[in-house]
């Protein structure tokens, strides 16, 4: 069994900057990839960010790159997601996902395990 908990959510505003953490605990794998999606009411939930555990290459949706930035840590299992220039369209609830086996992906069915989420709300 996986357990994924995400903190570091909250109100924001437009402008400002927040810090995602999200710790991995149980299981262990040997090859995988870890990623945040994000839902806003009424949305489907979309890709934002995701990182090969492997080499830490990263990958971004159009809409976050250049102001966010996902990383990891091994030691710690935790991967971040710090998000800078938030503005009002980033309003969503954030996941953070693994997959495994496998390479990061943008696609919502390549992950297994989710996360419970964490809201991030940006004010104008």
């Known amino acids: 069994q996986v357990q994924l908990v995400e903190s570091g959510g909250g109100l924001v505003q437009a402008g400002d900057s927040l810090r995602l953490s999200c710790a991995a605990s149980?299981?262990?794998?040997?090859?995988?990839?870890m990623a945040w999606f994000r839902q806003a009411p009424g949305k489907e939930r979309d890709f934002v960010a995701a990182?090969?555990?492997?080499?830490?290459?990263?990958y971004y949706a159009d809409s976050v790159k250049g102001r966010f930035t996902i990383s990891r840590d091994n030691a710690k299992n935790t991967v971040y997601l710090q998000m800078n220039s938030l503005a009002p369209e980033d309003t969503a609830v954030y996941y953070c996902?693994?997959?495994?086996?496998?390479?990061?992906?943008?696609?919502?069915?390549?992950?297994?395990?989710w996360g419970q989420g964490t809201q991030v709300t940006v004010s104008s």
């Open positions: 996902a693994i997959r495994s086996p496998g390479r990061a992906s943008s696609r919502i069915y390549d992950y297994r395990y």
């Open positions: 990182i090969d555990w492997s080499d830490g290459s990263t």
């Open positions: 149980g299981r262990t794998f040997s090859t995988y990839a």
